[in-house]
């Protein structure tokens, strides 16, 4: 299992290499995600002491049950799954960015919380640039009046942009979904909002992320290409 892990790693890093060289870009820029939703955390102890230090979570359950080890090494953990608002004091003891910001309630909820710990947090709004029902985010023509309001909360900074992009098609359908997150972010800049930092995009998974990495993407989310398949409980682990 470790050799199999540390491989897929160094297959991961040789694909984002390779597409910094086809697109001009500078490979340190790109960040690498580790997406560990259901994989235990004997796996993801291997890729951490391999290198990697940043991780997502999609579920709070999941983020509880490893942190008996992780909280003893040396990871960020970001959470990267849909946030229900009465889960938010809970992911809050293990995560220092939220990468799934995307209703106002929410924002207002963390901020909230965040106040009572005297605290700020790092946050992602994302976008939903597939325009698909199934998945969560705002559309792209809300994002430019929810940053307004997102930013009138002095506990949250706003570090970026994320979208899960069109899947499962030709790489030619593919591609605006991930091109349009770049296209928000420019407009974004040019609408001028007052002390906006500068914003990573988060996007590109295993099936993508080349061509993300093609649109701007400063972070991968990559799980299946480094642990293998998913297993799924059969139970709600939520």
Known sequence: MKELIISNLKEVHNRIKNACELSGRNVSDIQLLLATKTVPFEKIRIAIEAGET??????????????????????????????QTNK??????????????????L???????????????????????????????????????FIREVKKYETLNIKGLMTIGLLDVEKEKMQPSLRLLRQIRDEIYAEGIENMQPL???????????????????????GSSVFGNRFFRKRNME
């Open 107 to 145: 924002a207002q909820e963390l901020d909230r919380q965040l106040q009572k710990e005297n605290r700020n947090l790092d946050v992602f709004i994302q976008v939903n640039t597939s325009f698909e029902e199934s998945k969560f985010g705002l559309r792209p023509d809300e994002v430019i009046s």
């Open 54 to 83: 940043l991780i997502g979570e999609n579920k709070m359950q999941e983020l509880r049950d490893k942190d008996f080890g992780l909280k003893e090494l040396n990871t960020e953990r970001h959470f990267i799954g849909h946030l």
């Open 200 to 222: 990573k995009l988060s996007m590109g998974m295993s099936q993508d992320l080349e061509l993300a990495i093609a649109e701007g993407s400063d972070m991968v989310r990559i």
């Open 88 to 105: 938010i004091k809970d992911v809050l003891k293990y995560v220092s960015c939220i990468q799934s910001l995307d209703r106002l309630n």
